[in-house]
């Protein structure tokens, strides 16, 4: 069975600097990678995903990730980052075999300073 | 134009009682799944169903009874409501059961008094 850790649970970063939110996962092959953000209140809304061919994946809202299989980690990046993106992260891994369910890390929350 | 709805937004009720919340997709997709948020954000999910049969049942107590009417919808019951099962419910949709992304509606939030 799959798994996902974030090892940050909070993550503060000042406007307009870089950001990274780490993700490992454990799975015996590639999985499909997914990172969705929840804003306060809202549902999940996908940043972007990972399914095959190039590793570095661009995503919506200047969001990227790039998947690194001897390391298992998806991280997200962002070069510049704007007070709107301060939310949750959510990292998640679905199987390529059988029906997909998707296994969510536990999140990382994004405080941003003016 | 919402992809994916879900009726009510908020919900409370008190210990006991049995209530359903509702979820429409209109994206034309196959499957549609139910997760649940707990207090501390951790998303699990509960069932999926694809073209209307269970296909993902997850170690859910029986007391939760999802039904799905056709393909656009799918509904989750709850039976004698306990104080843990508050927590925020979401539906989401795939196009279909494997290899495609997972579209999730505003959740419903549950609060067993």
């Known amino acids: 069975a799959q798994s996902v850790t974030q090892p940050d649970i909070h993550i503060t970063v000042s406007e307009g600097a870089s950001l990274e939110l780490r993700c490992n996962y454990s799975?015996?092959?590639?999985?499909?990678l997914f990172w969705y953000v929840q804003s306060p209140g809202q549902g999940l809304q996908l940043l972007l995903k990972y399914f095959s061919g190039d590793t570095l994946v661009q995503g919506i809202k200047g969001f990227e990730a790039e998947f690194k299989r001897s390391q298992s980690s998806f991280n997200l990046r962002k070069p510049s980052v704007h007070w709107s993106d301060a939310a949750e992260y959510f990292c998640a891994v679905g199987a390529r075999t059988g029906f997909q369910k998707l296994v969510f890390g536990t999140g990382t929350r994004l405080l941003v300073s003016p | 134009d919402t992809a994916v709805s879900q009726t009510p937004k908020y919900l409370v009720t008190q210990m006991g009682n049995d209530k359903s919340i509702k979820c429409e997709q209109n994206l034309g997709h196959d499957t549609m799944y139910w997760y649940k948020q707990d207090s501390k954000k951790f998303l699990k999910i509960m069932f999926s169903?694809?073209?209307?049969?269970?296909?993902i049942n997850e170690t859910v107590p029986n007391r939760f009874s999802p039904k799905s009417p056709d393909k656009a919808h799918l509904n989750l019951h709850i039976n004698s409501l306990e104080l843990g099962d508050s927590a925020v419910y979401f539906c989401a949709s795939s196009q279909e059961a494997s290899g495609y992304e997972q579209y999730f509606g505003p959740g419903t939030r549950l609060t067993v008094t």
């Open positions: 169903y694809n073209n209307k049969e269970l296909i």
């Open positions: 799975y015996g092959a590639t999985p499909y």
